[in-house]
């Protein structure tokens, strides 16, 4: 496995999780959700598939690189590291962002908190609803990744479509979750939010690596030729 593969995941998840916190936490869009934050992680999902997709896959998900070896698009032995990169990441994104608005000025930044993905709490909705909602979109993003990519689909718009379906999900489960999507993305802000995340992080592991390798499993037989 060529070290340059896990660097890319590294900057792909970063910048991904980078962009998302900077409209979820700063300026007007801070805190609310919406067009602008789900805008910037679709486009910027997009960007870093046509800039390194080439190198690593473009996974930026721990979901989506299981949900990948389910559908026998990745190797087992490289999941694990794709993983750690995706999550190291997210990390050094976030972190970033806590010395930003911690350095603020009153009333420019909403606290890192504000951006974690929750469920059973204000401005969300409860455990098992979160759960369905977190599973099925994994499950439709697996369904496209792998779709996307087959044989058959002209090649080269799997990014843009791709981005699609996240901007759209995000504007759909930021009510219900505040979009988690991507555990990586959940695990780095919930290191620098408060306890409640981080005690709730596992449903946002669970709920979105379940459904993207079922999605998986699915899309490997609906494509099969």
């Known amino acids: 496995m060529s070290s340059k593969a896990l660097i890319a995941e590294a900057i792909g998840t970063f910048a ?28 910027t999902f997009t960007a870093m598939c046509f800039a390194l997709g080439g190198v690593s896959g473009c996974h930026f998900n721990p979901a989506v690189t299981l949900g990948l070896v389910a ?4 190797e087992t032995r490289l999941a694990v590291p794709y993983v750690v990169a995706q999550v190291l990441g ?7 962002f806590w ?3 911690s350095n603020a000025p009153a009333g420019s930044a909403a606290g890192i908190a504000a951006a974690a993905n929750r469920f059973d709490a204000p401005g969300t909705f409860p455990f098992a609803a979160v759960m369905v909602a977190e ?6 993003i697996l369904l496209l990744f792998v779709g996307a990519t ?6 080269g718009f799997a990014p843009i479509g791709l981005g699609f379906l996240i901007a759209v999900l995000h504007l759909v489960l930021w ?3 505040h979009a988690a999507l991507n555990p990586a993305r959940a695990t780095a802000v919930a290191l620098f939010a408060d306890m409640q995340a981080l005690v709730q992080l596992w449903v946002f592991w669970v709920a979105p690596i379940v459904g993207a390798v079922a999605g998986g499993l699915f899309a ?6």
């Open 135 to 140: 599973t099925v979109a994994a499950a439709l």
């Open 90 to 96: 997210a990390i050094v994104a976030v972190a970033g």
């Open 71 to 74: 559908a026998g698009r990745f």
């Open 220 to 225: 490997r037989w609906i494509n099969e030729e």
């Open 99 to 101: 010395l930003i608005v």
């Open 16 to 43: 991904y999780v980078a962009v998302l916190c900077g409209t979820l936490l700063i300026g007007s869009a801070a805190a609310v959700g919406g067009l602008a934050p789900a805008l910037a992680a679709g486009l």
């Open 175 to 177: 009510p219900v979750s």
């Open 150 to 155: 087959s044989s058959g689909v002209p090649a």
